[in-house]
C-alpha cells in the first residue's frame, strides 16, 4: 500500500467519524469544539482562557466565544483569579457533567459503529499499530526538536 493511501484512509476516517459525532451531538445542543472544551476543563478545571486556548490548540478569542457560549447554557462559569484580578478561570457547572457523560457515551457508540465491521482481535490490532505508529511519529519530533 502507497503512503497516499493510507494517510488518505485515516484522514477520511477520522472526518467521516468527526461528520457523525457532530450530527448526533448537534441533536443534544453541543458542537465537538465544545465538547473538547468541557473535556479538557474536566481535566485541568480551574485554568485560565489562555491555558485553556493552548491545550485545544485554538486563538484566545474563539475560545472566548466559546466559554461565552458555553457559559450561556449554564455549563461553565467564570470566576476572577484571585492571584491575578485581570484573569479568569473556568469552572464546569453541575449542569454541565451529566452532558460530559452523554457525549462520552455518544463518542463511543459512533467508535463502536464505525468498528462494528472489524472483529475483536482486529480492532485490538489496529489499535496497536496506531499507537505504535503514533509512538514512532512522536520519536520523530523529539529527534527533529533536537537537530534543528
Known amino acids: 500500500m502507497q503512503g497516499y ?39 485541568h478545571e480551574g485554568i485560565n482562557q ?20 458555553l ?3 449554564g455549563h461553565v462559569e467564570r ?4 492571584a491575578d484580578r485581570r484573569a479568569w478561570k473556568i469552572f464546569l457547572t453541575d449542569r454541565s457533567r451529566p452532558l460530559i457523560d452523554q457525549l462520552r457515551a455518544l463518542a ?8 462494528s465491521v472489524l472483529t475483536p482481535a482486529e480492532q485490538a490490532a489496529m489499535v496497536d499499530a496506531l499507537s505504535r505508529i503514533r509512538t ?8 527533529d ?3 534543528g
Not at 476516517?13 to 476543563?41: H, N
Not at 470566576?79 to 484571585?82: K, L, Q, S, Y
Request: net charge negative; hydrophobic share 40%; glycine share 6%.
Open 5 to 43: 493511501d493510507i494517510g488518505f484512509l485515516l484522514s477520511d476516517v477520522s472526518r467521516l467519524m468527526r461528520r457523525e459525532f457532530d450530527a448526533r451531538a448537534r441533536a443534544i445542543g453541543i458542537t465537538r469544539a465544545q465538547w473538547k472544551a468541557l473535556t479538557a476543563l474536566k481535566r
Open 136 to 143: 514512532n511519529l512522536h520519536s520523530s519530533d523529539l529527534k
Open 79 to 82: 470566576r476572577r483569579d484571585p
Open 145 to 147: 526538536t533536537a537537530h
Open 108 to 115: 463511543d457508540d459512533v467508535i463502536g459503529d464505525a468498528l
Open 50 to 69: 489562555g491555558g485553556l486556548a493552548d491545550l485545544l490548540e485554538v486563538e484566545p478569542i474563539t475560545l472566548c466565544r466559546m466559554i461565552d457560549r
Open 71 to 73: 457559559e450561556e447554557a
